[in-house]
């Protein structure tokens, strides 16, 4: 069974920094590329960031880029997503997910999904 839990969330002020994990079970972690979405109340969920299998390549959504960074440690199965320069808009459950593919940006191309992890940026 594929499990998927994140980790790191909480309560910050504007401008600090987060560090989200997922760390991955049940799934050959190396053939999976990587996401992670958010979704604020009353909001759709939306792309945040992806990486590759192998970790080479990224891609992020426009409102986070040069802010955040995901990394992955396939020996450790674990994704990361480090989020600095926090803004209140920020404020959101943060999910990591994984999709047999690559870069995808939509949520209907991801296979597997974590529960998710509270972030909130108070200004």
């Known amino acids: 069974q594929v499990q998927l839990v994140e980790s790191g969330g909480g309560l910050v002020q504007a401008g600090d920094s987060l560090r989200l994990s997922c760390a991955a079970s049940?799934?050959?972690?190396?053939?999976?590329?990587m996401g992670w979405f958010r979704q604020a109340p009353g909001k759709e969920r939306e792309f945040v960031a992806a990486i590759k299998r192998g970790g080479e390549f990224t891609y992020y959504a426009g409102s986070v880029k040069g802010r955040f960074t995901i990394s992955r440690d396939n020996a450790k199965s674990t994704v990361s997503l480090q989020m600095n320069s926090l803004k209140p808009e920020d404020t959101a459950v943060y999910y990591c997910?994984?999709?047999?593919?690559?870069?995808?940006?939509?949520?209907?191309?991801?296979?597997?999904w974590g529960q998710g992890t509270q972030v909130t940026v108070s200004s």
């Open positions: 997910a994984g999709n047999g593919g690559g870069l995808y940006t939509s949520r209907t191309s991801y296979d597997y």
């Open positions: 049940g799934l050959t972690f190396s053939s999976y590329a």
